[in-house]
């Protein structure tokens, strides 16, 4: 089942709506959905999840009997894409979570994209098959060996048509060169290399070279009791393809040049918000710590997620923001429940939509959060079964923080917390987002008038 979201009505919020359900990918705790990535066209769309599984979406094609079944998305391919393993020389367990999928952009009937756990990362093809050779000489019709002298006559073995078959079968294995967790993979704009990056590293790796890679920038202090902060997210420009950015646990967000030196270490850019001394806690520098970084589809832009908001750089200004949108403001009164629990060290994703002008992030309580940078409107949204009835429009949420609590606003005290939106897509062009809620996947569509 599927659900779906409504698109922006001028007059006064955004009105998400269509709700085509839900997708349950199970229950236990290897079924928690760990990221979700639409390809360049948007016709597939793929989850990783803490079992090391990897489930790809694809969507249907419009019918003209069921005109309201706009482009569903059904389940096309699941395979198991990382298992667990054992470092015997650290005596450590690595775990088969998938950290990130990244697509390539589709050069023949065949589907491309890379996934990563903690250490490897792979290279997997997802092809169709629906014809089957028959008519071998040396084999009968079961696959099993003829006997040689049984043989008199030369068959030509012809092709005939079988059921559909998806199948997934890895093309490179890229391991061995991380020694600690890889947090980001990102395919250059060349389509001939991508990086993964780790807490201290960035390496660099050409598709058809498994066994070395470069690596283009290395924090690691010569003694590590000097260590200060970890690389959290990066990625490629969109369209040049020396130049890529990383952020930082201290908030910060480096731009670099590969045509300037082998190793980056010396940024081009840097970019970096001075800190409001009336907003200085305990928690700042936690709070402050960058988990997720974005460029624009344009190039011009940065964006970056920390724990309580969400900032768009321009490219040419370092010193701050252009843009800062609260995204859980009333959670700073409850950031010290929120580090007993952990919450605070949750790593939220944020996405652009196709033209750069409404962005998106997660919160708790399955709610997400969009801001419309034009108009500057933004809109809570929840994403759950009971509020998730097929082709319903999703009412905003509102938030009450103290005082008196109206009939349609949840109090503050009232969120779940262990309910939270980490992982989100936007459809590359369409008006179609993915939302991971723990195990459900929600896929929501704007409005069919």
Avoid at 117 to 130: F, I, P
């Amino acid at each position: 089942s599927l659900a779906g979201f409504g698109n922006l009505m001028q007059d006064v919020l955004w009105c998400f709506s269509q709700v085509k359900g839900t997708i349950d990918i199970g229950v236990t705790e290897a079924d928690i959905i760990s990221t979700v990535e639409f390809n360049h066209t948007g016709e597939l769309l793929a989850t990783g999840d803490k079992g090391g599984r990897v489930v790809i979406f694809q969507r249907e094609q419009e019918s003209k009997n069921q005109p309201h079944r706009r482009g569903e998305y059904n389940v096309y391919s699941t395979f198991q894409s990382h298992e667990p393993e054992f470092d015997y020389l650290k005596s450590l367990e690595i775990e088969e979570k998938i950290n990130k999928i990244r697509w390539l952009p589709q050069q023949n009937a065949a589907y491309f994209l890379l996934s990563t756990n903690d250490k490897t990362v792979k290279l997997w093809k997802v092809s169709e098959r629906d014809k089957r050779p028959e008519g071998y000489n040396l084999k009968d019709e079961d696959g099993r060996l003829r006997d040689p002298s049984m043989i008199t006559t030369l068959r030509v073995p012809v092709l005939r048509p079988m059921d559909l078959m998806v199948e997934a079968t890895p093309r490179r294995v890229f391991a061995n060169a991380h020694t600690y967790h890889i947090n980001s993979i990102s395919v250059n704009s060349d389509y001939e290399t991508y990086m993964s990056a780790d807490d201290l590293r960035i390496n660099l790796w050409h598709f058809e070279i498994t066994n070395q890679s470069f690596n283009i920038v290395d924090i690691k202090p010569a003694n590590m009791e000097e260590l200060t902060e970890v690389i959290t997210a990066a990625e490629f420009h969109p369209h040049h393809c020396n130049t890529f950015v990383y952020s930082s646990s201290k908030g910060t967000i480096r731009l670099c040049d590969m045509r300037t030196s082998a190793l980056c270490d010396r940024h081009a850019k840097f970019f970096e918000e001075p800190e409001d001394p009336s907003n200085r806690s305990f928690f700042s520098e936690i709070i402050s710590s960058i988990s997720d970084v974005k460029f624009s589809h344009s190039g011009r832009y940065i964006m970056t997620r920390d724990y309580l908001t969400v900032k768009v750089w321009d490219l040419n200004m370092e010193n701050r923001p252009i843009e800062t949108y609260q995204v859980h403001d009333y959670l700073r009164s409850k950031l010290c429940s929120l580090y007993e629990n952990d919450c605070i060290f949750d790593k939220f994703e944020c996405v652009w939509n196709g033209s750069d002008s409404v962005i998106m992030t997660g919160s708790y309580n399955n709610f997400f959060r969009m801001f419309d940078r034009n108009t500057k409107r933004d809109v809570t949204l929840e994403a759950s079964r009971e509020n998730s009835k097929p082709r319903a429009i999703l009412k905003p949420r509102k938030v009450c923080v103290g005082g008196k609590r109206r009939k349609d606003e949840i109090s503050v005290d009232s969120l779940d917390f262990s309910k939270k939106i980490l992982h989100t897509a936007w459809h590359p062009s369409e008006n179609i987002i993915a939302v991971a809620a723990t195990n459900n996947l929600y896929i929501f569509q704007d409005k069919v008038n």
